[in-house]
T-cell receptor, first 114, second 112 residues
Framework: AQKVTQAQTEISVVEKEDVTLDCVYE???????LFWYKQPPSGELVFLIR??????QNEISGRYSWNFQKSTSSFNFTITASQVVDSAVYFC???????????FGTGTRLTVIP | DGGITQSPKYLFRKEGQNVTLSCEQN?????MYWYRQDPGQGLRLIYY???????QKGDIAEGYSVSREKKESFPLTVTSAQKNPTAFYLC???????????FGPGTRLTVT
């Protein structure tokens, strides 16, 4: 069985604070991939990052950074110096290589207060 | 521009009517998906198709039907058998290499 857990339902931070969104992916497969997507109020899901299970190198893209720890199956997402435009629902997804269907976490609603 | 289009953006129907949601992609992706999202909730998979003329049920397929006659198109019909059809419906497609799913803008269906 596969499961993506986003334990934080809602987070509120004040603008310019750093914030980390947690994600844990449970699977028995050794080869898998993980994603983070952003869903702004408009509703469309926006791709942020894809990570393969064999690549544990952390990644930074501007104010965004991701930390993948295979030993704990965690794929956490940090926004540095948050901005109001970061307010959205963020989804973590997991999938097994070779299969097309992905497993969604329940999402974390981030509100950045000006 | 390559991408996924869904139409219409907002759709209103009376209870008891079937309604078909459109999803078209020009990304040359083999796989396509339909998801349902209820307010404040995550996405749930309705149906997916990995290749033309083939599709599989997702977690909540009851009351829905799909077809995949063309690679570019994956329409979803919400039938009168779906007990709570009011929701936000998202279509997605993906390729066989990255598995990254590209999402359409969604259709907000309201049934009264």
């Amino acid at each position: 069985a596969q499961k993506v857990t986003q334990a934080q339902t809602e987070i509120s931070v004040v603008e310019k604070e750093d914030v980390t969104l947690d994600c844990v992916y449970e699977t028995r497969d050794t080869t898998y991939y993980l994603f983070w997507y952003k869903q702004p109020p408009s509703g469309e899901l926006v791709f942020l990052i894809r990570r393969n299970s064999f690549d544990e190198q952390n990644e930074i893209s501007g104010r965004y950074s991701w930390n993948f720890q295979k030993s704990t199956s965690s794929f956490n997402f940090t926004i540095t110096a948050s901005q109001v435009v970061d307010s959205a629902v963020y989804f973590c997804l997991g999938g097994v290589t070779g299969a097309n269907n992905l497993f969604f976490g329940t999402g974390t609603r981030l509100t950045v207060i000006p | 521009d390559g991408g996924i289009t869904q139409s219409p953006k907002y759709l209103f129907r009376k209870e008891g009517q079937n309604v078909t949601l459109s999803c078209e992609q020009n990304l040359n992706h083999d796989a396509m998906y339909w998801y349902r999202q209820d307010p404040g909730q995550g996405l749930r998979l309705i149906y997916y198709s990995q290749i033309v003329n083939d599709f599989q049920k997702g977690d909540i397929a009851e009351g829905y039907s799909v077809s995949r006659e063309k690679k570019e198109s994956f329409p979803l019909t919400v039938t009168s058998a779906q007990k709570n059809p009011t929701a936000f419906y998202l279509c997605a497609s993906s390729d066989r290499i990255t598995y990254e799913q590209y999402f359409g803008p969604g259709t907000r269906l309201t049934v009264t």
